[in-house]
């Protein structure tokens, strides 16, 4: 057991701890991202640059053979796969990024008494900057020119809130992980290869056989997908049960990471 | 939240500010760690997986310092001094009993791991400062008389990776010692930067040294030990072999030491008698 009196310390009582917590998250995100960018606010541009040719790429090779399941528009296949080739981006990009997080940070950490978890949050954070001014705002124009209603461009920030959960949950897993497994890198890519795959994003998920598509039901990714194509490109009013799914598998998601991180984060110390 | 430690001493309130309370810790050796997925696995499959080793760094410690004591810590290499003062830092958590500390911590031991080398001196200065548990206005404020004391006012807008390795630890002690720390921990006495700089970071060790700063150095040094400390804790693989004035506790130190190093010249000759006969 520790305690402590002193501004320096995070057992100060809940509020203070939270200042002190969004303090240092804020330093933290703000040298990620000048780090990444340089002082050039175009660069966050690069990071769209990735979704948008691959979005490319699927539609010249996919977009005939499957423009049938999209009411015959090619056009409508590519914003589906951009959806979801955003979300994929978005996922993998900050999960491998707090991977390392916890690891890099080590040295840092055996000089100054700092909360572990703040590592991994602040890379899923810079990534959710990066995100809200690069594909959100394309995004949301889909969204509006599509359904032109408002009510849709609002609750699209709804499925992206379970994104954020997913990412969150699994970032705190894989970084606490990492600690223990400097290889997890490499099992890390497999994984990212299998959502990607396993994500209905160049294809219609009614290709997919029904005894099949069951187990892809545990991929955390497909129902945010799945929501924010409906609310996006249906051009429907929302479907909050899709929303509900969403969400639900995201908490769930932070939820088990959180907890294995909480019980792991005590034997970090010895090995970093 | 801390619980006032007192204790009446001739009839005056001496408050603790740093009390460890039968403290021990297990850690795990990062060199018998595999750290490896594949082989884990592997060995799990095969039935050869065994858990690794936990050993015994501290050993029921308990100690007691009160505030604005200069303490230095002494003890062989691997007697735990670093980790007592990493406990007392809150880096560590004990494995069983309590540390409770009183008072904000400078810890001045390897200044340049805050630091981003992309990123602009003021920047830096920032972000230290926040890592440090200052807020980001207050260290806005307190910029200038940094960059005063570093010698780095040419410098704010240069990223740190462009400074040489001087500069940059010039640096880090300002940051640190910008204000004045309630307790102070020295890892090893400070070599930072050029004579002159030395001499400046001298004069502010000092002036903490004479104020009410709670001050804890490890130090090899144990005439500087003698010479600077009013008390000294010596260590010895992880137990507390004894705490009191520096004078006693380096003279007892120098005394069992010598006395080793006697009984290990004897059996050196007995070994050596034994071969030549």
Known sequence: MYQSEGRDFWDLGAQNSFMRYREVLYVLVSRNLKVRYRGSLLGVYWSLLNPLIMTSVYTLIFGTAFASYYDNSIVRYMLGAFSGLAVLNFFSSSTTQALTSIVLNGSLMNKIRLPVSIFPVSMIAANVFQFAVGALPLLMMMTLLISHSLTNVVVLFLPLLALILVASGVGLLVSALFVFFRDLSYFYELVLFLLLISSPIFYPQEIVPANVRAILVFNPLSSIIASLRQIAISGHAPDYSLIGHALLSGALTLVVGWICFKRWHHQFMDLL | ?277
């Open chain 2, 1 to 277: 939240m801390f619980q006032a430690v007192a204790s009446p001493v001739y009839g005056f309130v001496v408050m603790q500010t740093i009390c460890l309370d039968r403290v021990s810790l297990w850690r795990r050796t990062q060199e018998e760690f595999s750290y490896d997925l594949k082989k884990t696995i592997l060995s799990i499959l095969e039935g050869k997986y065994h858990k690794p080793p936990k050993h015994l760094v501290l050993d029921r410690l308990d100690l007691a310092i009160e505030s604005g004591r200069k303490v230095g810590i002494i003890g062989a290499n691997g007697a735990g001094k670093s980790t007592l003062l990493k406990l007392i830092c809150g880096i560590l958590q004990p494995t069983s009993g309590q540390v409770r500390v009183r008072g904000r911590i400078a810890p001045l031991i390897e200044l340049e791991a805050g630091f981003e080398p992309e990123l602009s001196v003021l920047d830096n200065i920032i972000l230290y400062g926040v890592l440090l548990g200052f807020s980001r206005r207050e260290m806005q404020g307190r910029t200038p008389s940094i960059l005063a004391f570093s010698g780095l006012e040419d410098y704010a807008l240069v990223p740190v990776k462009s400074l040489s390795s001087g500069m940059v630890a010039r640096l880090g002690f300002a940051i640190a010692t910008d204000v004045q720390p309630d307790i102070l921990i020295l890892d090893e006495v400070l070599s930072v930067g050029d004579a002159s700089f030395k001499r400046k970071c001298k004069q502010r060790i000092e002036r903490f040294w004479n104020s009410n700063t709670t001050v804890l150095l490890v130090s090899h040094d144990l005439e500087f030990v003698r010479q600077e400390c009013d008390q000294a804790i010596w260590l010895d693989r992880g137990q507390l072999k004894m705490q009191g004035s520096a004078n006693d506790v380096v003279d007892q130190y120098l005394y069992t030491v010598r006395q080793e190093l006697d009984l290990d010249s004897q059996e050196w000759n007995f070994g050596l008698k034994e071969v030549l006969c």
